[in-house]
T-cell receptor, first 112, second 112 residues
Framework: GDSVTQMEGPVTLSEEAFLTINCTYT??????LFWYVQYPGEGLQLLLK?????DKGSNKGFEATYRKETTSFHLEKGSVQVSDSAVYFC???????????FGKGTRLHILP | EPEVTQTPSHQVTQMGQEVILRCVPI?????FYWYRQILGQKVEFLVS????????KSEIFDDQFSVERPDGSNFTLKIRSTKLEDSAMYFC??????????FGQGTRLTVV
């Protein structure tokens, strides 16, 4: 069935390190893809999105490119900050009244 | 910027009691969702709602759960007889068409 797979956490990095969080998806049709972020004790916030193949979503220094050929949507940031510590969810949805599928989430710890 | 509003932010209830979680989706949205997240775990789909009826529900959404959109603005989740394992963060989401869903900040339900 349709699913989203993202790398297991926790991921621990030093400040200013390069970040990649892998995400792959399966879906019938052409999904829209998202990264949501959940800061400690808070709700879900949209971080970035891409709605078609080769789109690049970007926000707050994070980027992810919708790769149809590899069914991937990996999250990257060139230089992480302590304030980026959070749980990151890769999410896919289709343009109909379908449920929105979440990956299991990747907890990111950034050390000063 | 439009937002999805959930109330209350935190609810404590005794086991066996009924609880109603309230959501005000974005006004012109057509699709509505409830998700839950048990502390530190993945975000799980509960139910989707469109055109005044449930369009899909998960195995979690058993006879103890119900949803309603009574007045065209609120979207409620009722748990008839709460269990300890219902303790979680509950998120409401809505969308117009297309893939992008907007999530509320969540209601933390604690069953004691």
């Amino acid at each position: 069935g349709d699913s989203v797979t993202q790398m297991e956490g926790p991921v621990t990095l030093s400040e200013e390190a390069f970040l990649t969080i892998n995400c792959t998806y399966t879906a019938t049709g052409y999904p829209s893809l998202f990264w949501y972020v959940q800061y400690p004790g808070e709700g879900l916030q949209l971080l970035l999105k891409a709605t078609k193949a080769d789109d690049k979503g970007s926000n707050k220094g994070f980027e992810a490119t919708y790769r149809k050929e590899t069914t991937s949507f990996h999250l990257e940031k060139g230089s992480v900050q302590v304030s980026d510590s959070a749980v990151y969810f890769c999410v896919r949805s289709l343009n109909r009244d379908d449920k929105i599928i979440f990956g299991k989430g990747t907890r990111l710890h950034i050390l000063p | 910027e439009p937002e999805v509003t959930q109330t209350p932010s935190h609810q404590v209830t005794q086991m066996g009691q009924e609880v109603i979680l309230r959501c005000v989706p974005i006004s012109n949205h057509l699709y509505f969702y409830w998700y839950r997240q048990i502390l530190g775990q993945k975000v799980e789909f509960l139910v989707s709602f469109y055109n005044n009826e449930i369009s899909e529900k998960s195995e979690i959404f058993d006879d103890q759960f119900s949803v309603e959109r009574p007045d065209g603005s609120n979207f409620t989740l009722k748990i008839r007889s709460t269990k300890l394992e219902d303790s979680a963060m509950y998120f409401c989401a809505s969308r117009y068409t297309g893939g992008l869903a907007f999530f509320g900040q969540g209601t933390r339900l604690t069953v004691v």
